[in-house]
C-alpha cells in the first residue's frame, strides 16, 4: 500500500538529546558527590538492558531527578535537509511526548515549514506508548494507519505502539534509545535506520520493493521463466513466498483473484507459534503445514550451505508438498520465513523439472538478495553473533546445490522418486507450470 505520512518522534530522532542527558547525569553525580564518569558508564549499561538510565540512576545515588534543560538540543546533521525531501513525497507529522510549545522549537529549529501536523504529548494530554495519541494523529491527518509509517528512537515508545495499530514503523538507532537490546520478533521493526539520511534511502527502496504482496517482502510469481525448450513458465500458478502474518484486504484481494487460494507453509512448529500464518484461519483460502525442519537452523558454515541444501531437499515432507501442489485445482503460494532457503530449494527443484535454464534459477535465487536487502539488515541487529556471509544468498550456494543435486540423483525425475512422488503426480506438477 502506498504510504502518505511519515510521522517522526522528536527527542534522539530529529533532534540530538545526548548533551541534555549528560547534563542531568552530571548534576546528579555532582548531588551525589561521586565521579561523573561512573555514572555515564552506569546509564549506558542500564540503557543496553532495556532500561530507564537516567532515572534509574537517581533512585540508586537517592537524588532528584533534574528537570529536563532543552538548551543543549542540536538537530542531528542533515535533518532539515532530509525533511526537506521527505516532504516533496510525503505528509510529515511528529507524535513526540514533549513539553508545551513543541511547534515552537521546532520553527526554531527552522523543521516546522516542513512538517504538516504536530501531535505532542503535553498538548494532547496523553503520551506514548498510549496508542491514543497514535489515534489522534491518524485522525487528524486523515489516513488510516497502513498508509503511514512511525520514525523514532524508541522501542518501547515508537516502534511496538505504531506496529500494534498496524502502522509501517522504522527505528532510528539514535541516542539512548539506540542501544535498546531486540527481545523478541515482536520487537522487531518493519526497518532499522542508523541515521536520518538512512531513512531517504530505505524509504527509496521500500517504494521500489516489487514484492507482489504489499505486506510481504518477498513474493513473487514462478512465471515468465524461460525453458530449454523455448517456451515460458505460466503466471499466477505457483507463488514463492516470505511468512505472511498481516496480510491487508489488497493483498487477500489481489490473490482471490488470481486464483491463489492454496497456502502451502514451510516452517516449523516453533516457528508457526512465534509469528502464526494469517491464512490458516483466513475464509476463502486453504492452508497447509507442512514443515521442513531440515531448514530451520543456520549452517554452520559458509561452505556448508549447499549440503543444508540439500538436506532440505531430501526432507520426507516434501513429497506432501509437490502432491498437494500438482493435485489442487486453485494455485499455489508456498513460504518459508523469509522466502530464501526452504523456498529457495522448493523453487530450484520445481523449475528444473520445467526444464528451466541454470542460469534463470540462480537469477531468480538471488533475487532474494535484493527483497531481503532490509530483512538481512534486521538479522544482524537481531542475531549480532551471526556470521551474516552465511544468510546472504550466493549465486555458488545454489549453483553448488544444483551441481549436489545431479551427482546424487542424476535426473529431476530420478529425485521425484526417490522421495515417493509418482510419476503421474510429478507430471501434473510440470503442468502447472508448462
Known sequence: MKI????FDVGSTLVDEIECYKNRLIKMAAAAGVPEEGVFQRAIELYKQNKKGDKIIAEELNVDL???SSEDEILYSGAEDVLKSLSEKYKIGVIANQPLGTADRLEAFGLLKYIDIVVASAEEGVAKPDKRIFDIALERAGV?????????DRIDNDILPAKNIGMKTMWLRQGFGGMWKIKSDDELPNFIADNLQDVVSILDW??????LLETTMNTRDLGGHQCINECTTKFNRILRSD???YPNDRDLTFLKKNGITTIIDLREAAS????????????????YNFPIEEGSQVPESVEAVPGSYMDIAAAPVLKDVFTTMAETETGVMFNCSAGKDRSGVVTAIILMLCGVKDEEIVEDYMLTKEYNRERFKMAAIHHPDLDLNIIIPRESYIMD??????????????YFRSIGVSDEIREKLKHKLV
Open 4 to 7: 502518505k505520512w511519515l510521522f
Open 66 to 68: 533534574p528537570e529536563w
Open 144 to 152: 488510516i494507519p497502513e498508509e503511514a509509517f512511525m520514525i523514532g
Open 206 to 211: 521500500y517504494e521500489e520493493s516489487k514484492s
Open 243 to 245: 511468512k505472511q502474518n
Open 272 to 287: 508457526i507459534k512465534a509469528s502464526p500464518s494469517a491464512f490458516e484461519k483466513k475464509e476463502g483460502f486453504t492452508y
Open 401 to 414: 546445490f544444483m551441481k549436489l543435486f545431479r551427482e546424487k540423483y542424476g535426473t529431476v525425475e530420478e
